[in-house]
């Protein structure tokens, strides 16, 4: 279903940036534009696959089983993770399904952005800590351990290095982790000392490696390695304090505004949901339950990091739910393996149903476009495919009167080209124009784009005729002046409150 929903601005984004890569083989990070490059480097191959080449011939699809490729592998390591924590594979069972089914978790799981690659390697991550400390004596002899320490360790490593090769805020991922792994730590007596440095500096090693490779473009862009270490932690702390500057204005939000969409609509729901899951871990297996501490501190904690930073947008909240999930499956496997069996399949039911309906209004997703999704935010209206069709059609009727007015042309002049060739001329504000480009990545090649409406002013003054005209609804009255061939207009609806027309001539 998901599948069919119309593209966000920011995955049309991310689709060109792969459309690039797929056409120069290179990729260059700046922090001020695009986020790492792990998404990119992951898609591209996919495209390949299945015979796409270029940006045109890009497929919407193709692209978003990258992230759904990355859901599967969250959910697979989950399930190890969590079975081999606590050796209940009733458990594990439990915390993979309702990842799984978790509707924040299925939105995101067919979006292509970086957030479910980061909600995967943070996943690659627990599974490495959860093999590293059941690999050390005594929960594990050298005769029965199948990976050494250092293997866990080094996996460990790698999967930070790819996190945070995905997107800058793995950092507050990594600081609520390290929090709630100090909390949740193993008494001194099982943790021998003597290898702890060892595995610290293989998977510092690992980290290091795999970060300085992705973000240099494997050795072709040393710039990158500068920019993710040093340039962007400076950029990423004005976004996150709402500096203007590029438009992080536009998502800044109260403290409380995280905790309005995910509870406050459904705080019977959620208190019937949280109660156990923060009553149970923490007061009656505080020493017993490690992993169920720790997931519940790590969410919470990253949650109040999300909610201090005013930067908010919504698809930060997956990085909170994925543990919060994993910590409530191992709670009620817990729960389920202590009850009989009757029991355990009436509680089965009633939970399943509660835990999908806690996270989002599921009945509403009839209509993946629909804005009652509260991850649909900033969302594109589908109005953009038709105005990419009206475009399109008007393009083609362009193209064919010139070849119909160049067959009636005189031998002489008949091969000489049109004054002015068939093409779009788009004036829209940088944060307006998204999507339009990836619907209309066909006509790539007849598309100009500007961002000032003074910008057409000079196309008409150098007596250039575009076939079709796009231009903020506000100022459409000053296109018609401007280009009396455009005879013919209509409106559309790019997102919310952010109305345009298209402009284009008929006989």
């Not at 601005?9 to 792969?18: G, K, L, V």
């Not at 980290?207 to 990158?224: H, K, M």
């Not at 500068?226 to 800044?252: C, E, K, M, Q, T």
Request: hydrophobic share 50%; glycine share 4%; proline share 7%.
């Amino acid at each position: 279903m998901f599948f069919n929903r119309t593209f966000h601005p920011d995955e049309a984004n991310q689709a060109f940036t792969t459309g690039k890569l797929l056409e120069t083989g290179h990729y260059a990070y700046k922090p001020t534009d695009h986020h790492g490059p792990t998404l990119y480097y992951a898609a591209a191959p996919l495209q390949k696959a299945f015979g796409h080449g270029d940006t045109a011939s890009l497929d919407g699809n193709v692209l978003r089983c990258t992230p759904l490729v990355f859901a599967v592998l969250a959910v697979v390591l989950a399930f190890l993770a969590v079975r081999k924590a606590t050796k209940s594979v009733l458990s594990a069972m439990f915390a993979a399904v309702l990842l799984a089914v978790a509707p924040i978790f299925m939105f995101y799981a067919t979006d292509f952005i970086q957030e479910m690659l980061l909600a995967s390697f943070s996943v690659a991550m627990l599974w490495s800590a959860v093999g590293y400390f059941h690999s050390l004596p005594p929960q594990s002899s050298p005769g029965n351990r199948r990976l050494k320490p250092g293997t866990w360790a080094l996996f460990f490593g790698i999967s930070a290095g790819l996190a945070f090769a995905t997107k800058e805020t793995s950092v507050l991922t990594f600081a609520a982790a390290a929090l709630a792994g100090w909390c949740a730590r193993p008494p001194a007596r099982n943790r021998p000392e003597s290898a702890a440095l060892q595995a610290a500096l293989l998977a510092a090693f690992a980290f290091i490696l795999t970060a300085v490779l992705l973000f240099s473009a494997f050795c072709e862009d040393w710039g990158g390695v500068y920019n993710a270490f040093i340039a962007a932690p400076l950029s990423y702390f004005h976004r996150a304090a709402g500096d203007a500057a590029g438009g992080a204005n536009w998502h800044v939000h109260p403290w409380w505004w995280y905790a309005k969409i995910l509870f406050f609509p459904k705080c019977i729901i959620y208190s019937l949901v949280f109660i156990p899951l923060v009553v149970y871990p923490l007061l009656f297996r505080f020493r017993q339950s490690r992993l169920l501490l720790f997931l519940a501190l790590h969410s919470l904690v990253l949650f109040a990091l999300y909610s201090i930073i005013p930067y908010k947008t919504p698809w930060c909240m997956l990085q909170v739910a994925v543990p919060l999930i994993l910590a409530y499956g191992t709670l009620l496997g817990e729960i389920a393996s202590k009850l009989r069996h009757g029991i355990t399949i009436a509680a089965t039911a009633f939970t399943m149903p509660l835990v999908i309906f806690a996270f989002t209004d599921a009945y509403t997703w009839c209509d993946p476009d629909s804005r009652e999704i509260p991850y649909n935010y900033a969302h594109a209206s589908p109005q953009v495919k038709d105005l990419a069709a009206c475009v399109a059609s008007a393009i083609n009727r362009g193209y064919s009167s010139a070849q119909n007015t160049s067959k009636n042309q005189k031998p002489e002049t008949r091969n000489q080209k049109p004054e002015t060739p068939a093409f779009v001329a788009v004036a829209l504000p940088a944060c307006d124009t998204w999507p339009f480009p990836w619907y209309n990545r066909a006509l790539e090649y007849a598309t100009g784009y500007w961002t000032e409406f003074s910008s057409l002013e000079t196309l008409a003054k150098n007596g250039i005729k575009p076939t079709v005209v796009v231009c903020p609804a506000e100022d459409g009255h000053k296109v018609m002046p401007l280009f009396p061939h455009l005879n013919r207009t209509r409106r559309f609806e790019m997102r919310p409150r952010v109305r345009i027309r298209a402009f284009w001539s008929e006989p």
